[in-house]
């Protein structure tokens, strides 16, 4: 009985390596039509070297490509982003820490917690 468990593990472990091996295969080809609109943004942000430039610029973070910017404050600046996949319009508040002094501190920390009692589905 031993024995049949492990040839029937080992047999699983075969087609799991095998489903892996077709899934990263698809991945990495140059086919675009196989992928998921997920898997495209993935690559592009790993691979598209046009990608790897804004994000050394600083105009893209993850899957948020920033456009314009939206107002400046004392400590920080809020910028238009759009979501790379649902193309959603979002506003970023980018903090300068080199401005932040024990002043400005406290008042990020305030704001923070005014933000956490807030209770919007907009607002993270």
Not at 15 to 32: I, Q
Not at 76 to 87: D, E, K, M, N, P
Not at 98 to 105: A, G, M, V
Request: net charge positive.
């Amino acid at each position: 009985m031993p024995a049949a468990r492990s040839s029937y593990l080992g047999d699983d472990l075969q087609v799991s390596t095998s489903a892996s091996a077709r899934s990263l295969s698809s991945v990495s080809a140059g086919d675009e039509d196989e992928r998921t609109p997920y898997e495209r943004v993935l690559y592009g942000l790993h691979h598209d070297q046009r990608w790897l430039k804004e994000v050394s610029l600083g105009r893209r973070v993850g899957f948020y490509r920033f456009r314009g910017e939206l107002g400046q404050g004392n400590f920080s600046t809020v910028r238009l982003a759009y979501h790379q996949l649902t193309r959603d319009k979002v506003a970023v508040k980018v903090i300068d820490k080199s401005k932040l002094d024990q002043k400005t501190q406290r008042m990020l920390a305030r704001e923070i917690a005014n933000m956490d009692t807030v209770a919007h589905p907009n607002i993270i």
